[in-house]
């Protein structure tokens, strides 16, 4: 018997029925099933971003987050199965995608929640942790880190005017804070899916001048300037959105 690992999805027993379906096609959730089953799933795809695939983008969780597997839904749950082909029937190549969700479809949505909650609690941690240090908060929602295993989170008020920070996790790596120091320099360098990847530290003072350390490399603020240090390639690490386990 399947179980899922995300509390998001546990305990649903119509949700639990799809996932130990076979993949005959006929367990499925989509228009007309019941709202406490819909919920949790467009929870999830507007969570992991996914309405951002529609046009025009869906941005307000109240319009999409209802209880009705409506068109908005299917278009979106559509968009998610053809970027990962998942198609019916399973072991036909020429086989067709729709916009149910079935036990596939679920099963890779519960590995991707498991991991974007785990991002988004550490960060929640952090965010606290500097908020009351600093004064700054960062209440503005989490994104994942679209080709990682991390996600990030944008500070909302506090701190200086105009001044923007970000906090960033990786698993395996932790949350880290990039303030208005390197926010711009990390920006121009791709963020955390550039060259320098994810924070391993928060910034420091080493007698000279405010230095910050990245998985492959560093940055450096002296006398105005940011030196950019790039030291390696990607640990290789497992994509985010393509992985099946964790």
């Known amino acids: ?18 996932l130990n379906d076979p993949d005959t096609g006929e367990l499925k959730l989509g228009p007309g099933s019941p709202a406490n089953a819909v919920l949790p799933v467009q929870q999830a795809l507007f969570d992991l971003q996914w309405t951002q695939t529609l046009r025009p ?15 908005l839904t299917t278009r979106t749950v559509l968009n998610y199965k053809e970027h990962y082909d998942i198609h019916f029937p399973p072991d036909e190549p020429t086989g067709f995608v729709d916009g149910f969700t079935g ?5 890779k949505l519960d590995h991707q929640c498991v991991l974007f909650d785990e991002c988004d609690a550490a960060i929640a941690a952090k965010a606290v942790e500097v908020g009351a240090a600093t004064g700054v908060q960062y209440n503005l929602p989490t ?20 001044e923007i920070s970000r906090i960033s ?23 955390e899916t550039g060259p320098l990847g994810f924070p391993i530290a928060d910034e420091t003072f080493d007698g000279a001048a405010i230095v910050q350390s990245f998985e492959n490399g560093s940055l450096r603020a002296e006398n105005g300037a940011v030196a950019v240090e790039i030291t390696g390639p990607d640990d290789g690490a ?4 393509d992985a099946d386990s964790f």
């Open 143 to 162: 994104f994942p880190v679209l080709g990682t295993t991390g996600a990030m989170r944008l500070s909302s008020s506090g701190g200086p005017p105009g």
């Open 1 to 18: 018997m399947h179980v899922f690992r995300s509390p998001r999805f546990a305990g649903n027993a119509l949700l639990e029925e799809i």
């Open 57 to 71: 983008p869906v941005l307000e969780r109240s319009v999409f987050v209802i209880g009705i597997y409506g068109p």
């Open 169 to 191: 996790y990786k698993r395996h790596v932790g949350a880290f804070l990039v303030t208005s120091t390197f926010f711009h320099a990390y920006q121009q360098h791709g963020e």
């Open 238 to 241: 497992p994509i985010f959105f």
């Open 103 to 107: 036990p596939r479809t679920l099963n």
